[in-house]
């Protein structure tokens, strides 16, 4: 070894490749737990359907709806549904819950084409829905995607029908139109955002009219086909929340089958991991451990089901009035991983990456110290001794994990919801699993990252030291 190999060793920064250090059984149990994270994919495509599967998962596995003033003690396991949207799990820990509170939070929603209130029209012999996008896309890459349409409809009496149409093989699908290259001349000159408007992302429904005379025949060929299969009036829209995903199942990428190509990783890939380490926990941790499953991350986390609300807030004041103990006191001492995707160096864009801060594929979960954009701006920022703890759980844990930030300083930048844990006075920091062309409708993560992911959370929540 020459000297400058032994200084690299004795005091340099390395990051190696999960598959140069995981052994050919932990490559077979990454590769197994990946086989379910794909069903989970398939299975729940929005936020709802990612809580009513977890609830389902968590009942089964001994976990009891919780209820509000009621005194919880060791080894309860208990789920709280918030209003069907966001979810937290916990596992009651032998220490009462002052000394502290261990948290995993990921996020269940993932960017989206939702429809507007009032959505079907006619034009052109076609009948189309309207929609609003939800969430940061790059509006160009969701024109000629075979799309489903997921969501609940509450009808005029009040009843609730849930809808999902396009997952099965033999049921329609729909698609966003766009313009054929030999008429794109004008349309290929744009800026990408400006090329496909927000109302352009036009769904087609249906082009057959109804037989006879009068207008909009083909859209009443569509309102009929809903009223009579669906029970579904018109007005009806205005209280639905129907939205547009991506019909593609999870499939592996590339010969070596190292690769997940899926709608919606983000952040499904560390909501899973972080619902199995609570599902999976067949011991009483000593510090009460609770997963965190949001809504409306991609939109800012407002709304009472996404993180900037009082629910994480009163469901820890809850357990704390159960045992008797002080609340604050019980924040204070509590750590939370904020659980969210990262973006994977991408050689294909070299430009807005700085490779010594960036992320690698199969380089493990991607801790995180701060995001946020321009200097900072809205981020949590973890502090030297938080991060210092978590890396040191990690590292115990043999963990393969790697530090990376998103992006050039001045190449753009976002925002998790570790802020908004960090405003109840809780220790927080950033990591999760990279991803490549993250909030595309197809998005791609590495296997070895995602079951990294998945033993990163699983030590930190047996933690108490
Ligand atoms: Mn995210
Ligand atoms: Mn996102």
């Avoid at 220490?95 to 429809?115: E, Q």
């Avoid at 609300?309 to 469901?315: E, H, K």
């Avoid at 570790?418 to 993250?438: Q, R, T």
């Amino acid at each position: 070894m020459t000297e400058t190999e032994k200084i690299k060793k004795q005091y340099g920064y390395e990051n190696a490749s999960a598959a140069d250090v995981l052994t050919q059984q932990q490559i077979i149990a990454a590769n197994e737990f990946c086989e379910d994270y794909k069903k989970f994919l398939d299975d729940c495509k929005t936020e709802r359907e990612a809580v009513n599967t977890v609830v389902a998962q968590a009942r089964g596995r001994g976990f009891k709806p919780f209820e509000y003033g009621k005194s919880y003690s060791a080894g309860d396991k208990i789920y709280y549904n918030n209003r069907g949207k966001s979810l937290i799990l916990a596992v009651v820990g032998e220490k009462p819950v002052d000394a502290g509170v261990n948290i995993i939070a990921a996020h269940i929603d993932s960017p989206r084409i939702d429809l507007k209130p009032n959505p079907l029209y006619e034009d052109g012999e076609m009948a189309f829905f309207k929609t609003h996008y939800y969430g940061g896309i790059k509006k160009y890459q969701w024109p000629t995607v075979p799309l489903a349409l997921h969501g609940v409809v509450v009808k005029k009496d009040g009843t609730e029908l849930e809808i999902r149409i396009g997952e099965k093989d033999n049921d329609p699908i729909f698609y966003i139109t766009d313009l054929l290259p030999h008429l794109a001349d004008d349309q290929v000159k744009k800026p990408m955002y400006q090329a496909v408007p927000g109302e352009s992302l036009n769904v087609l429904v249906g082009s057959l009219p109804v037989s006879g005379e009068g207008g909009d025949r083909i859209k009443n060929a569509v309102l009929k086909y809903l009223g009579e299969n669906y029970g579904i009036c018109e007005e009806d829209f205005i209280s639905s929340e129907l939205t547009f995903v991506p019909q593609m199942k999870a499939r592996d990428i590339g010969f070596d089958r190292s690769l997940i190509g899926s709608y919606g990783h983000d952040d499904r890939v560390c909501a899973y991991p972080c619902a199995r380490v609570l599902l999976d926990m067949d011991y009483t941790p000593e510090r009460t451990a609770v997963a965190v499953l949001a809504d409306k991350e991609e939109t800012g986390s407002a709304g009472n089901t996404g993180m900037n609300t009082n629910f994480l807030y009163d469901f820890i004041c809850e357990l704390a009035g159960g045992q008797g103990v002080n609340v604050r006191k019980t924040l204070a001492a509590s750590r939370c991983l904020s659980a969210d995707v990262n973006a994977l160096f991408d050689p294909n864009f070299p430009e807005v990456y700085e490779k010594r801060n960036s992320a690698f594929i199969n380089h493990g979960v991607c801790l995180t110290k701060y995001t946020g954009a321009r200097g900072k701006s809205g981020t949590n920022d973890a502090s030297a001794e938080f991060v210092g703890l978590v890396r040191k759980i990690l590292n115990d844990a043999g963990v393969v994990w790697q530090t990376g930030e998103l992006g050039k300083v001045d190449a753009g930048g976002g925002g998790t919801v570790a802020m908004f844990i960090a405003k109840l006075n809780i220790e927080v920091v950033d990591i999760g699993v990279g991803v490549i062309s993250m909030h595309a409708p197809y998005e791609v993560v590495s296997k070895l990252d995602v079951h990294s992911a998945y033993n990163a959370f699983a030590a930190f929540v047996r933690n108490s030291k």
